[in-house]
């Protein structure tokens, strides 16, 4: 499913520890980390979508998390040029997505990462609140800031600022 601007939806999840570190994954076969994330169905909504994600890539099932927020709407990245694929019927530029902040009240033993066919992830591991937009992979940095910048205020709500620190001052934000 594709918008006629070229944008496929998708949703973003931040899981969150109870002490405010984020779950950070490792693609398959490749160095690159990111949440995770994943293309919507046309017969879902978002937050539909979210919880199929999360299943698929983390093993966690809704009674593991508790959802603390979402940004109010699309948030895009384009691609980069050598990762448009032209020949397809419809041309995908880029990627509009919904992130979701999660708090893990499951267990760490609640993540597997081997539940599908295809896993997305080899390995995961906690990382500071603002980690991410630093170590993502560069075309997806700008959404990744907007999504943390505007779930922020709520995870610092509920961990505390110690956990998610003002981000004024730090390198790259």
């Known amino acids: 499913m594709i918008d006629p601007d070229g944008y496929r939806p998708n949703v ?13 994954a490792r693609r398959v076969h490749r160095d690159g980390w990111q949440f ?3 293309g919507m169905n046309s017969d879902e909504t978002p937050l539909e979508a979210m919880y199929r994600e999360l299943r ?10 508790e959802v603390l927020g979402a940004t109010p709407g699309w948030l895009r990245y384009r691609l980069p040029q050598r990762s448009i694929r032209r020949h397809d019927r419809l041309v995908c530029i880029g990627q509009k997505q919904v992130w979701f902040l999660l708090r893990l009240t499951g267990t760490e033993s609640d993540l597997r990462l081997d539940l599908t066919d295809k896993p997305e992830f080899d390995h995961w591991r906690w990382v500071d609140f ?29 961990v505390g600022p110690h956990a998610v620190p003002d ?6 934000l």
């Open 12 to 24: 973003g999840i931040i899981l969150m520890h109870p002490d405010g570190r984020l779950f950070w």
């Open 36 to 38: 995770p994330q994943g």
């Open 56 to 65: 698929e890539e983390t093993g966690l099932m809704p009674e593991h998390v």
């Open 130 to 158: 603002w980690y991410p937009v630093e170590h993502v992979v560069m075309f997806k940095r700008g959404v990744y800031a907007s999504a943390l910048h505007h779930l922020a205020p709520v995870a610092r709500r509920v």
């Open 167 to 172: 981000p004024r001052g730090l390198p790259g």
